[in-house]
DNA sequence: AATGAATGAGTCTTCATTCAT
DNA sequence: AATGAATGAAGACTCATTCAT
């Protein structure tokens, strides 16, 4: 990718954070990625484009972040903690500050066939596990969507809180939240 | 509260579900509401005070809303079951389409002392239900925000999925869902 | 017609002719108006609406300037004079400075029913000045366009090339050029 | 001229007619031109001069066509059809889509010495013929340019009627055109 | 209390022009 | 000679806010 393209969708993402999807005008992305106004325009079609394509280069960047330490070798239940930890810290570290915000609800054009299909691909490795659980009969037999919003996604969402300072959390507290949510999944 | 008033709460509502944030004009409010511009601004200060009361009007509807058909002889499971349905169904037929949604957190003022008090008061049926659950060793010994997310917040995420389109539940995994969370809070 | 609607359009039409369609923008107009930007769009939807309303009202104006003077007494070469002249008088001192300088070409949505009826109503007392001479056999028999190309409308060639300085005429050169122009449509 | 000078001006002048003078912008030529933006100016200083440049082409494409089966032989009337009808093919068929429609008018640096010259280069046969005409006392008086625009120029304009969609013309009313310009300079 | 016309700073986007390659 | 990425000023248009009525 062009340095200057990059830059741009660096520039983007940060104020995209501070700033929230409104109140985040051209130039201000312009300004932060120390390009002129109009060459945003050789790279995207327009905000709406600049977007998408943020979108997505997050959505990659997630991809590979989520599945970081995760081989084939490890217990179901060492995959989980990893992946559920390395989703806590990439939200608590802010290196994907858009990751369940609900930035990206009011672009049109979305839920379109091309993102579903990235999203597969972002949890493949995710899939892989709870397929795994359910056929050793370890985890409850439900959709996989539904598994994840029970388990691994409550990561996120205690990190959100933690982030916008309504919640403290303790290492011992964190283990006994993976614990937890280990418990919504598997069978007793 | 003025019957004007309450008409633009409930037309900036409509409008930030359906626009967002961004694309939502105080001329535009006037219309839905079939008041003149001008008059919104006796009732708020700005763009700004419109969305923070706003907020409050919400939380202080979902207050009510969480806690309907809830009564202090019914068992542990009875509440949380009704809370969790009482939550799941008024984000699926967009009683409140902006839980959940991220709308406010840009919001300059925010997370000051009187909206951490509201959310108490909102919340007092729930943190009373995690009270006793811990106090007779039903629930694990977390705060009561961890045990929230874990638990009955999911109720919401799972409803996101659903409206989003990227999620069909039947009846029976509905269940199974409030079943699984339940098994995340409870000790075993 | 609102004050500050009319005065738009007259700076519209000084500026036109000054500037031309392009390097006419919406912040030249304001402030020849002496109003602010936004004003222009509570009464026209944008810049082509605005060049649209300005064409209909110089047909107007141009309706009512051309049968100055006219009345159904006078002989037809009295009606041709007096109409030929007063073309060439508003040509000359820039009362319709749009006239026959093709500005209005490339505006979209053009030629539609409602303009053809407008000139409809324009050329009217023209019209029926054609067709008495052609009922009377003084004119040739052919359709009012062709005839009003071939005689009235020269009237406006003639000044074009005055105003931009390719041409000096005299009175009697005038004169002369009438008398000629109304050699072409009368039978000989 | 250079095979990508000539391009660019074709591109020009295409795309002149079709958009307009606003609505035209380097880029377009240049991709129109399968020129790059730069190479433009490598030919004209600016987006001025290459209106400029177009003009004098366009006027030299004119001069060459309005005279095409031209000569001395010919009788004054047989030259006069003959140029009547080279102007109305051109103008019908598009060869000069900009001629008589003030798309050069606001060019700044305009009606200058040279412009006047190339004009009269341009109309040097149509002038041979008025002269003619005058000197043996069949055409009326007059200066040339009066006569042209009487006789000769409203070829043009009832080419830009029927262009316009607003005149159809059937071959015998073309001609009864044409004999009766030819009224109006004519003695009588 | 209520109106809605008016404002003008700010938004997204285009485009004539330059310049390193 | 030719390229085309980069620039940034300027354009059309919007919208939060005010104020005379």
Not at 61 to 70: D, E, F, Q, V
Not at 123 to 135: P, W
């Amino acid at each position: 990718m062009t340095d200057k393209k990059e830059r741009i969708l660096v520039a983007t993402e940060k104020l995209l954070a501070t700033h929230g999807f409104h109140g985040l005008s051209m130039q201000m992305v312009a300004k932060e990625a120390q390009v002129a106004t109009g060459t945003i325009y050789r790279y995207f079609n327009d905000k709406n484009d600049l977007l998408h394509q943020l979108h997505e280069h997050i959505l990659g960047y997630i991809a590979k972040r989520i599945s970081r330490n995760i081989n084939d070798s490890m217990s179901l239940k060492q995959r989980y903690r990893t992946m559920w930890l390395n989703l806590w810290h990439m939200s608590v570290n802010g290196e994907a500050p858009l990751i369940n915000q609900g930035q990206f609800q009011h672009l049109p054009r979305d839920n379109s066939y091309e993102k579903k299909a990235l999203k597969k691909q972002l949890f493949s490795c995710v899939n892989q596990m709870f397929d795994e659980g359910k056929a050793c009969l370890l985890f409850k037999p439900l959709k996989n969507e539904i598994l994840s919003t029970l388990s691994l996604e409550t990561s996120c969402y205690l990190a959100r809180q933690k982030i916008n300072g309504g919640l403290e959390i303790t290492d011992s507290e964190l283990n006994a939240a993976i614990e937890a949510s280990w418990d919504a999944i598997i069978q007793h």
